[in-house]
């Protein structure tokens, strides 16, 4: 929601700045640098970035549009979620939840968190870590190094996405110059047509400038920014999920092990310590 609102009060600026001081937005319509800008911009990133990231791209955009962000009372019905499981587990044995873990979308107990059973990718994180604990004989420092390969493995995955967005940005300006430059080859062409016709020609060639730099520091820069603070937020998710799960692992009761996976929250979205203790006593906030 914010990319928009944001989006829109760079155009209002830009635009109103340029109409107050007389000019014709009309002129701006310049579709042959839309087309130059564009088409090089498209090609280029087909020859930087394989399938599979340019696919990735396009799928992130519209978390940027609306992140899928945790907030306090996400983190609370996960934290109790996993709270109420590990107190069947403790109480009834690892082997009473396997039917949890094998179909955690029937699961009463995971289904109070609703982000987190929508998500699959963290839906799977969590159940596969803890089918991996209930096979038993694992130590809670090998489990952690396991966790840590795979969150490594999603931060690796990330990272060529954020670099694809980031090389359009910077390839922007320079584009915007090519089709100023191409501009510039027009007028010399229509050099002798008069000074309105060159002039027109001119106004078209350093529309290319100004659109390649409106789009890298108005709208592709930020939204790169914007992706990354979207990832940062997944990863930030999956190392609650694993402090949770390798305190338990280590043998502490439910109740100490969400303790320790609030504290790897970041304070915007990290609900207190009475909080957190209220909602899995299910009293009121």
Known sequence: MFIIIGA??????????????GGNPM???QFPEFLTIGGATIGSLLI???LSVIK?????????????????HDYLELLKSYNDLFLVAQRDGLLAIEKHIESPAESQILNQSKKFIKNEFTKDFFCDTMKVLLTGGIPPHELEAIIDTEIETFEMELHP???????????????GIVAAVLGI???MGAINEGAEVVGH????ALVGTFLGVLMAYGFVGPITASVEHVFEGEVRLLQTIKACIVAYAKGNPPIIAVEIARRTIFTDDRPTFKELENYVRGKSE
């Open 8 to 21: 829109v009060v760079v155009i209002i600026g830009v635009l109103g700045g340029f109409m107050w001081s």
């Open 27 to 29: 002129l701006l319509l």
């Open 48 to 50: 930087s970035a394989p």
């Open 56 to 72: 990735k791209l396009i799928a992130s955009i519209p978390k940027a549009l609306s992140p899928p962000h945790f907030h306090k």
């Open 161 to 175: 996405i954020t670099a694809a967005l980031s090389r359009i940005g910077d390839a922007l300006p320079g584009l």
């Open 185 to 187: 080859i027009v007028t």
């Open 201 to 204: 020609h001119v106004a078209s």
